[in-house]
T-cell receptor, first 113, second 115 residues
Framework: AQKITQTQPGMFVQEKEAVTLDCTYD???????LFWYKQPSSGEMIFLIY??????QNATEGRYSLNFQKARKSANLVISASQLGDSAMYFC??????????FGKGTRLHILP | DSGVTQTPKHLITATGQRVTLRCSPR?????VYWYQQSLDQGLQFLIQ???????AKGNILERFSAQQFPDLHSELNLSSLELGDSALYFC??????????????FGQGTRLTVV
């Protein structure tokens, strides 16, 4: 069975510091995709970044990068130079061979001024 | 704006009632996913449709049903509503399912409150 684990229910980080949000996954599918989404207090889900299991390089999108370690089955999100607007809930998700996108329980990130 | 449209944004209804949530996917996206987000359960996958056909099923109750129409919009029907059905219901769309480099984009969600 596929599983996504986010072990950090909440994090507090000083503004302008880099943040790493942990995500580990479990799947037996050779081909899968990993996503990160941001959910601000407004409730919408915002797509941040995607990593395919066969991608050779770690995905980057602006201040977001995905630290993909396939052997360890981890896909941590790194936010560089955090901003107050980064305060939100962050979800790691996986799309596997059964065509379901499953989510972790999320990490609530608080950026402190 | 993700391009995925969900209506209504808010819905308040009584126990025992039936409601329909609507989702219009992004232009060109054939696959639609439905999720339920409640405070204690996190984001739960309910069901997925691809080009009108049910593709994958998750933790969807028998009281819930969904369909995807020829114009690719989808509806989630919730019946015999209970207090515990109060949640944020999200729809997401993607080009194709099970394909690498597939990004799923979410609508803004429908907040359902059952009283």
């Amino acid at each position: 069975a596929q599983k996504i684990t986010q072990t950090q229910p909440g994090m507090f980080v000083q503004e302008k510091e880099a943040v790493t949000l942990d995500c580990t996954y479990d799947t037996s599918d050779p081909s899968y995709g990993l996503f990160w989404y941001k959910q601000p207090s407004s409730g919408e889900m915002i797509f941040l970044i995607y990593q395919g299991s066969y991608d050779q390089q770690n995905a980057t999108e602006g201040r977001y990068s995905l630290n993909f370690q396939k052997a360890r089955k981890s896909a941590n999100l790194v936010i560089s130079a955090s901003q107050l607007g980064d305060s939100a809930m962050y979800f790691c998700a996986m799309l596997g061979g059964d065509d379901k996108i499953i989510f972790g329980k999320g990490t609530r990130l608080h950026i402190l001024p | 704006d993700s391009g995925v449209t969900q209506t209504p944004k808010h819905l308040i209804t009584a126990t025992g009632q039936r409601v329909t949530l609507r989702c219009s996917p992004r232009s060109g996206d054939l696959s639609v996913y439905w999720y339920q987000q409640s405070l204690d359960q996190g984001l739960q996958f309910l069901i997925q449709y691809y080009n009108g056909e049910e593709r994958a099923k998750g933790n969807i109750l028998e009281r819930f049903s969904a369909q995807q129409f020829p114009d690719l919009h989808s509806e989630l029907n919730l019946s015999s509503l209970e207090l515990g059905d109060s949640a944020l219901y999200f729809c997401a769309s993607s080009v194709t399912p099970g394909t690498e480099n597939t990004e799923a984009f979410f609508g803004q969600g429908t907040r359902l409150t059952v009283v």
